[in-house]
């Protein structure tokens, strides 16, 4: 016992010396300085993700409201002769209407100046009212109309009047004609309507984004009929039924490769065989669903696998111990508590479809679409593909409804995430 006294008190001699302290400082130092790393990578990304934000909302929230001047406009009955109600020249009802309003003006240079105060939309919200109610034939009315966007960019701060006229696009004589409203309480800002409930337009007081919202709605729809049903079937054959051979080796690690794959290669697919061979018309929800089908069908097949491999082996045993096929197995008990992940993993497969716009400038969706589709074969854009086309519009108006846009897009990304988040945690299982 006497010969192992010495070697046990080197060893804790070993264990108590300077140079054991020094490591043990040294390991403790290392772990807080990566502990420390790790929390001010967090931190790092949280101020990123608000100062994204932050740019996105300063610049779109003004986008929710929109410029409106109030006009009183006589309807002429001989404007309206014509038995076509909507063929009446509204417009000149607008411009009789401003110069009513400022008859001081005499030149023709001011009467352009003038008339560039109200948007080319007034006239259209004359036309809806003589259609609406054409008992306003021959009386006079006060309507409230759309602001030209130099007027709403002015109205919301956005140009500043002390440059020199040469500067701005708000000239001296209008920015008098602005305050004189403004006096008289017949311009202000009002809840931008139109931006929800239009389609595209050239002009930016015009432009809305339900033609957008609508074809990503068919086009999303078109997404999931195809991809669900062909990647939850592929799934289960793979991970209940296929053997384990080279050929379905080669499928998987296709599978696998193809999550990998750049967007803008199923568009030139789509483009290639459903439009070249196929003969599909462009520009199409159709077309869009069926290329992002593709995009999405590698994400939904390993999300559904890994929601399949997570079903205990005792639940196949079990059902096939009292008799059930390995059909009855799959469909009656290993398929609706695979199920949940299942359609996590959908969720997510649409929300990256939603946000993609490479594929769908393949196959022409990245068009100027004013009207709204009403099918899913009519033309038709997405969402992000309109963000796309008013990000590169050279108006300063079209900056805020860019900005806006996004913010709409970001929401429907995260209410689609968080429905993920929460079929997860409320039919997640522990076994």
């Known amino acids: 016992m006497s010969s192992h006294k010495p070697a046990a008190q080197r060893d804790i001699n070993h264990l108590t010396s300077p140079a054991a302290y020094n490591r043990l400082k040294r390991r403790y130092l ?3 300085i990566f502990r420390q790393t790790g929390l001010a990578a967090i931190l790092l990304a949280v101020l990123f993700l608000f100062l994204l934000f932050g740019a996105i909302i300063s610049n779109g929230y003004t986008a929710f409201e929109q410029t409106f001047i109030k006009i009183d406009v006589f309807f002429d009955p001989q404007d309206f002769s014509n038995e076509n109600i909507n063929a009446a020249n509204y417009q000149g009802l607008v411009k009789k209407a401003l110069r009513h309003m400022f008859p001081g003006v005499r030149s023709r240079n001011d009467k352009k100046a ?4 109200a948007s080319p939309g007034a006239s259209f919200v004359l036309r809806d009212a003589v259609v609406d109610n054409p008992g306003l034939i021959g009386t006079t009315r006060s309507i409230w109309v759309p602001a030209n966007d130099d007027v709403d960019m002015y109205m919301k701060g956005y140009i500043d009047s002390s440059l020199p006229q040469a500067e701005r696009r708000i000239k001296d004589n209008q920015l008098l004609w602005i305050n004189n409203l403004s006096k ?9 309507s139109t931006f929800f409930i239009s389609g595209d337009s050239r002009e930016p007081e015009l432009a809305g ?4 919202v609508k074809g990503s709605f068919y086009t999303l ?8 049903p062909i ?12 053997g384990k051979n080279k050929w379905t080796d080669l499928i998987e690690s296709n599978i696998n490769n193809l999550a990998a794959v750049p ?13 070249n061979i196929w003969g599909l018309p462009r520009s199409t929800p159709l077309i869009g669903g069926m290329v992002l089908t593709l995009m999405t069908l590698p994400t939904i097949i390993i999300s559904s696998r890994a929601s399949l491999k997570s079903v205990p082996p005792s639940i196949r045993e079990a059902a096939l111990g009292i008799g059930a096929s390995r059909m009855q197995m799959v469909i009656h008990h290993v398929l609706p508590l695979a199920l949940p992940g299942m359609l996590t993993g959908t969720i997510i497969g649409m929300a990256q479809a939603l946000g993609e716009t490479a594929p769908l400038l393949m196959i022409g969706m990245v068009a100027f679409i004013v009207d709204i589709p009403g099918k899913l ?11 796309y086309l008013w990000a590169d519009s050279p108006e300063r108006a079209f900056t805020e409804k860019t900005a806006a846009a996004i913010m709409v897009l970001l929401t429907f990304l995260i209410m689609m995430n968080s429905v993920a988040v929460f079929y997860r945690k409320r039919f997640e299982r522990k076994w």
């Not at 003038?114 to 105060?117: E, N, V």
């Not at 008289?184 to 009002?190: E, F, G, N, P």
């Not at 033309?379 to 963000?387: E, F, G, N």
């Open 231 to 242: 990647g939850v079937g592929a799934a289960v054959y793979l991970e209940e039924f296929a």
């Open 209 to 212: 984004i339900l033609g957008a």
């Open 377 to 387: 074969t009519d033309p038709a854009t997405v969402l992000p593909v309109q963000i």
């Open 221 to 228: 729809l078109i997404t999931l009929s195809l991809a669900f």
């Open 184 to 192: 008289h309480d017949k311009i202000k800002k009002k809840f931008n």
């Open 114 to 117: 003038l008339y560039k105060l």
């Open 263 to 275: 967007s803008i290669v199923f568009g030139l697919l789509g483009l290639a065989f459903f439009i």
């Open 30 to 32: 290392a772990e807080n």
